[in-house]
Structure formats: C-alpha cells, structure tokens
C-alpha cells in the first residue's frame, strides 16, 4: 500500500508570492493533518480535515488555508509568503478523526522563501 | 493549554548503552500519547504509542508507559544501535474546545540521538 505522498518535494519562492502544496493520503484514509517544521518553533499544527470537512485549526495566520476534496486528497495554500514561512511542511492521515488513530506522515515539502 | 515538554539533546550513546529520553505532559482529560522518529531528510514516524493510563507501548525493542500519577511517557531501550540514530518526538493528542476527540497532536521539542560505534 502506498504511503502518504506530497507534491512538490521542494518549492523556493520569493516573499509576496503565494504556494500550493498537495497532500495524497493513504488509500482509504479520509482524516489529513498539515504541520509546519521550523527549527525554532518545532513542530507546528495548521489544520485537520475529515470527509472535506476543516474539524480543526492552529494559530496561524488568515494567509494560510487549506482544502480537502472528495478523494480526501488535500491541498494548502499560503498567500503573500513571508521569510518566516520558509518550513518543512508535513501532512498526515488516518482512517478516521479521534485522536487514538495511527496517523501516518509524508515526507513533507521543504518550502524556501528567498 | 496542553504541552509536551521532553529532555534537550543532543543525547550521545555508545552502541549497546541504554538509552532514556524523558517526557512529561500537562493535559486536561486523558489524552493518547505517542513517540514519533525522525531519520535525516524524512518524515515522521510512529515509534509506538499509548492510549491509556497504565498502557505500555512498544516497537522495535523501544518501550514507554503512560504513566498518569506522574505525566509522563519516557522512552527507553535496552540497547542502541547506530541505527537508531534520530531525532525523536514525544507527543500528545489534543482535545477540542467542547471536549471532543481531535487529531491534532502536539509535539515536545525533540531530542536528537546519537549513537556512535
């Protein structure tokens, strides 16, 4: 079985710009999560999705938002970049949304923002 | 809030020394709690994890008890190997406003692990 893939792997941007990342869980998985990775904040919860549903949201900025299809494929966007959003972005997924389930992580997007 | 607090790294083992990585919480209700593993240039993954109070979890020779009289879930193992070597994350599932299930976890700070030959 495949595991939690994100799309693209590496992105440099330039401030003011604005990105997409892509999320594709596990097959059968309908619950998705999205971190932000700094070496200074560590790791950082943005959002958790469930059937194209936001269940849940950090504090972050209105600049970030994000989105979850029907395939439970997801997607987030960050407008009007900033150096500081420069970050490893990590999503997760599991079969439901409670708390006890395994989530399971991608490999991330390393975002640069020059 | 919720937090996870864990020791600072880096912690550095020769191989087949015991390894301890300490962590507390502060929590309202009973949360799960989970060791996550990150290797150079990847993602998180689950080490193990642990649901309830009393529970031990456990995974590739790495143990930790969910121990509620005290807060805390510390990470041991009896032996190390170079291969072990990793940046490792405590965490802690939160729980939404009104009380219900999330899967929102949230992490301690993480502790690199050295283990040299």
């Known amino acids: 079985k495949a595991g939690v893939t994100q799309t693209p792997r590496y992105l440099i941007k330039t401030r003011g710009q604005q990105v997409t990342l892509s999320c594709s869980p596990i097959?059968?998985?309908?619950?998705v999560s999205w971190y932000q990775q700094t070496p200074g904040q560590g790791l950082q919860f943005l959002f958790e999705?469930?059937?194209?549903?936001?269940?849940n949201k950090g504090n972050f900025p209105g600049r970030f938002s994000g989105r979850q299809f029907s395939n439970s494929r997801s997607e987030m966007n960050v407008s009007t970049l900033e150096l500081g959003d420069s970050a490893l972005y990590l999503c997760?997924?599991?079969?439901?949304?409670?708390?006890?389930?395994?989530?399971?992580f991608g490999p991330g997007t390393r975002l640069t923002v020059l | 809030g919720n937090s996870v607090t864990q020791m600072e790294g880096p912690v550095t083992l020769s191989e087949e020394a015991f390894l301890t990585i300490n962590c507390t919480y502060t929590a309202t209700g009973y949360p799960s709690l989970f060791w996550y593993v990150q290797y150079p240039g990847e993602g998180l993954q689950l080490l193990l994890k642990a649901t309830k109070a009393d529970d031990k979890g456990s995974n590739k020779g790495f143990e930790a008890t969910y121990r509620k009289e005290t807060t805390s879930f510390h990470l041991e193992k009896g032996s190390v190997q170079v291969s072990d070597s990793a940046v490792y994350f405590c965490a802690l599932s939160d729980i939404m406003n009104y009380g219900g299930a999330t899967n929102k976890l949230i992490f301690g700070t993480g502790t690199l692990l050295a283990v040299q030959p």
């Open positions: 997760a997924s599991s079969l439901v949304a409670g708390g006890t389930d395994t989530q399971y």
């Open positions: 097959s059968g998985h309908r619950s």
């Open positions: 999705y469930f059937s194209e549903t936001q269940r």
